[in-house]
């Protein structure tokens, strides 16, 4: 059973900086893509980043440039390093692992972590 725990969020105000962690129940990176997404209140769950298991990354076209995905194998944790941060930016954020990275089915997630961006 694939385990994962997001920290990292908070209140910040726009142009600041937060970084999200995903702690893993285990070795998992080499089995599964890794991905944030995010999801605001009356949307969608929406693609944030990804790093797949040979360690390709991949971005939404609104944080590209500002967030940064990376992984830490010898601690099994997962990062999004988040810069210039905007209030559109604002929403739970959400660790997962699956088999493809920019498809929610079949993807273990964590109970997410709360991102807000005053203006």
């Known amino acids: 059973q694939v385990q994962l725990v997001e920290s990292g969020g908070g209140s910040v105000q726009a142009g600041g900086s937060l970084r999200l962690s995903c702690a893993t129940s285990g070795d998992i990176f080499t089995i599964y893509c890794m991905k944030w997404y995010r999801q605001a209140p009356g949307k969608e769950r929406e693609f944030v980043s990804a790093i797949s298991t040979d360690g390709t990354t991949s971005y939404a076209d609104s944080v590209k440039g500002r967030f940064t995905v990376s992984r830490d194998n010898a601690k099994n944790t997962l990062y999004l390093q988040m810069n210039t941060l905007k209030p559109e930016d604002t929403a739970m954020y959400y660790c997962?692992?699956?088999?493809?990275?920019?498809?929610?089915?079949?993807?273990?997630w964590g109970q997410g972590t709360q991102v807000t961006v005053s203006s």
């Open positions: 997962g692992a699956g088999r493809w990275c920019r498809i929610t089915t079949n993807t273990y």
